[in-house]
């Protein structure tokens, strides 16, 4: 009896927001959403244990602006991180990075999350006590491409003989307010037995942002500014 255990994104995209592909974005293109800019897309050479690439052309990239913090839903087409296991280790692993900056000067970045992972597991045939399947999410959010020096956050949905289901589908941070920032995102998915199979399928990206906050020196210079031009205005009648 097939078994299969699946965790759905749950949001749809807001607005009808057109979506763009991966390989676009690789090779030069942007996204703006609300005064969120992302650029400088990059990624790396895709590890595998069956020597498979991903063709980024499948995965496609639309604008969330949906009343929350802006941010991008990746969707994923075919089965590039479809993996079925072989007996041993097999797996899928791809790295991709892009920039964030604020277009706003009075906007800052102060927090990153990630979020409605749609990934699934399955056993086509009864366990045998050694599974070890799933599909994980690394991301790291810097001052510079690579770096890790803002935020690493998570998520995952996998199966581990004796350790149980594991559903981290949904992580955060917060840091320094940031009008610009790095983030690289490493995905793996793996399946083990020859029983069991692996996917994923999407999941959102979104960036807190607060506004920026008079210095008290600022806020004095003001209010003396303020009372110049009641004193003038009463010399004046």
Not at 13 to 24: D, E, P, R, S
Request: charged share 15%; net charge negative.
């Amino acid at each position: 009896m097939k078994k299969t255990l699946l965790a759905l994104a749950l949001a749809v995209a807001a607005g009808g927001a057109q979506a763009i592909t991966l390989a676009a974005l690789l090779e030069g293109g942007s996204i703006t959403v609300g005064d969120k800019l992302f650029n400088n897309w990059t990624d790396k050479p895709v590890i595998s244990s069956d020597g498979r690439s991903v063709n980024t052309a499948n995965i496609s990239v639309t604008a969330l602006d949906d009343g929350g913090d802006y941010g991008l839903r990746f969707a994923i087409s075919g089965s590039d991180f479809s993996v079925r296991g072989d007996d041993v280790y097999a797996f899928v692993d791809y790295s991709f990075g892009f920039m964030v900056t604020a277009l706003d000067p009075s906007l800052k970045i102060a927090g990153v999350s990630m979020d409605n992972l749609g990934a699934s597991y399955g056993f086509s045939a009864p366990g045998q006590g050694n599974e070890d399947v799933g599909s994980f999410i690394l991301e790291s959010v810097g001052t510079a491409a690579g770096s890790d020096d803002l935020a690493v956050i998570d998520v995952e949905f996998s199966y581990l003989d004796g350790q149980g289901q594991t559903a981290t589908l949904q992580d955060s941070a917060s840091f320094a307010r940031q009008s610009s920032v790095y983030v690289t995102k490493n995905i793996l998915v793996w399946a083990t037995a020859g029983t069991e199979n692996a996917n994923l399928s999407s999941f959102d990206q979104r960036f807190s942002q607060t506004a920026d906050i008079p210095e008290p020196a600022s806020l004095a210079l003001l209010s003396l500014g303020l009372v110049g031009l009641g004193v003038a205005r009463r010399r004046r009648s």
